[in-house]
């Protein structure tokens, strides 16, 4: 029901900044909590960020550390993750995903984007 893109990565330096963009083509994206994950090469999935639906309520994983901000534009159905201060262990593959609580798209989300390369040069 949901479709979703990321965009916005890239190759950045150590202490550059970044957007990533999460775009859905559903029609209920409004009423969906996103997610931001990311994953590097051989280690596992990790939660990066979420934001509720209405953009009240926001989650960040600990590593974020203030440098990472999470935001939407319902009216453009599309989720942000700004990402400052960037070192080389952000370096990963970042993927959005939907799910109908703050708790199932951290836990079990029901759509995933394909995810976009984000590579730190030290």
């Known amino acids: 029901q949901v479709q979703l893109v990321e965009s916005g990565g890239g190759l950045v330096q150590a202490g550059g900044s970044l957007r990533l963009s999460c775009a859905a083509s559903?029609?209920?994206?409004?009423?969906?909590?996103i997610g931001w994950f990311r994953q590097a090469p051989g280690k596992e999935r990790e939660f990066v960020a979420a934001?509720?639906?209405?953009?009240?309520?926001?989650n960040y994983a600990n590593f974020v550390k203030g440098r990472f901000t999470i935001s939407r534009d319902n009216a453009m159905n599309t989720v942000y993750l700004q990402m400052n201060s960037l070192g080389p262990e952000d370096t990963a593959v970042y993927s959005c995903?939907?799910?109908?609580?703050?708790?199932?798209?951290?836990?079990?989300?029901?759509?995933w984007g394909q995810g976009t390369q984000v590579t730190v040069s030290s």
């Open positions: 995903a939907a799910g109908n609580t703050m708790a199932i798209v951290r836990t079990a989300p029901d759509y």
């Open positions: 559903g029609r209920t994206f409004s009423s969906y909590a």
């Open positions: 934001i509720r639906s209405n953009g009240g309520d926001k």
